[in-house]
């Protein structure tokens, strides 16, 4: 079992920048890919970025955030983090953290932190 705690949301200005954070407890498995995804009202959910665990990790990102977006993590902690910068009102969501074992397919979600830019 893994547990995913999640920060850092909240409400900013268009232009701002955020940071959340997540971190994970329980049974890990080093081989695991952790990511952030976010689902707005009304919309399905969808992948905001995910980075792989490794010392060369390797990162995906939605084209509507690269650029701005950064995911990066601490294996040592068993935490990712995702920057956000020049936050647009589009960005608007509740953003999950995933776990996803490589191992056993193993899957968790976090409980959703809310993220508001708006003027």
């Known amino acids: 079992q893994v547990q995913l705690v999640e920060s850092g949301g909240g409400l900013v200005q268009p232009g701002g920048s955020l940071r959340l954070s997540c971190a994970a407890s329980g049974t890990i498995f080093r081989l695991n890919v952790m990511g952030w995804y976010r689902q707005a009202p009304g919309k399905q959910r969808e992948l905001v970025a995910t980075?792989?665990?490794?010392?060369?990790?390797?990162?995906n990102y939605a084209d509507s955030v690269k650029g701005r977006f950064t995911i990066s993590r601490d294996n040592a902690e068993n935490t990712v983090y995702l920057q956000m910068n020049n936050l647009k009102p589009e960005d608007t969501a509740v953003y999950y953290c995933?776990?996803?074992?490589?191992?056993?397919?193993?899957?968790?979600w976090g409980q959703g932190t809310q993220v508001t830019v708006s003027s």
């Open positions: 980075i792989t665990s490794g010392g060369s990790a390797t990162t």
């Open positions: 995933n776990f996803r074992s490589f191992i056993n397919g193993f899957e968790a």
